[in-house]
């Protein structure tokens, strides 16, 4: 697994030695940020939510986002994102890392939301509280103009809208998909 472009284009990140961590691919990742590429900027806050590896978040702040936020219920994963955050050598101050469930990080408060949030939970997990939180009409965790991304297994049919929130875009690539939801 490598880093597709930016400051830290071209690097290889460890992956995990076992299987129960499905990172998203090289390709699918590359698609992603071809899209979220206009948003992206030198003061954007990004939450990589399921982390697993980080690479998405890296992948972030390679390409220029101002921080990213790594959530994984995962101490392992964590551990490992903060081995490839070590290797790239990205300032502390760009970064955070929290062993929480999805769920738990989520019914939180939080004093800054995110401009950009990608949810990539394990695919037999239950979407609907972390949309539900995402979606509600005060929720601080989304900025105005923010986008929640959410990848899922084909089979999973994910809400055009919930609460505040509407999907405006999806991506399909092989049996996986990315449902792109912003605020109403």
Request: charged residues 25%; glycine residues 8%; proline residues 5%.
């Amino acid at each position: 697994m490598r880093i597709i472009a930016g400051t830290y284009g071209g690097r290889v990140l460890k992956s995990p030695a076992d299987n129960k961590t499905r990172p998203t691919s090289d390709r699918l990742r590359e698609s992603l940020f071809n899209i979220l590429a206009p948003l992206i900027s030198g003061d954007m806050r990004f939450l990589d939510l399921c982390a697993g590896t980080g690479a998405v978040g890296i992948e972030a702040i390679s390409r220029g986002a101002a921080h990213s936020t790594f959530v994984d219920r995962s101490r392992r994963s964590c551990a490992l994102i903060e081995e490839n955050l070590d290797i790239l050598e990205i300032p502390e101050s760009q970064t955070e890392v929290l062993a929480l469930s999805a769920e738990n990080f989520t019914g939180r408060s939080h004093e800054t939301g995110w401009d950009i949030v990608f949810f990539d939970p394990p695919y037999a997990m239950n979407y609907s509280p972390v949309l539900h939180e995402f979606g509600r009409a005060a929720s601080p965790m989304l900025n105005e103009h923010g986008k929640l991304i959410v990848e899922h297994h084909a089979k999973s049919e994910l809400p055009d809208a919930v609460g505040h929130l509407r999907r405006w875009r999806i991506l399909k690539q092989g049996e996986t998909r990315l449902s792109f939801y912003e605020r109403n």
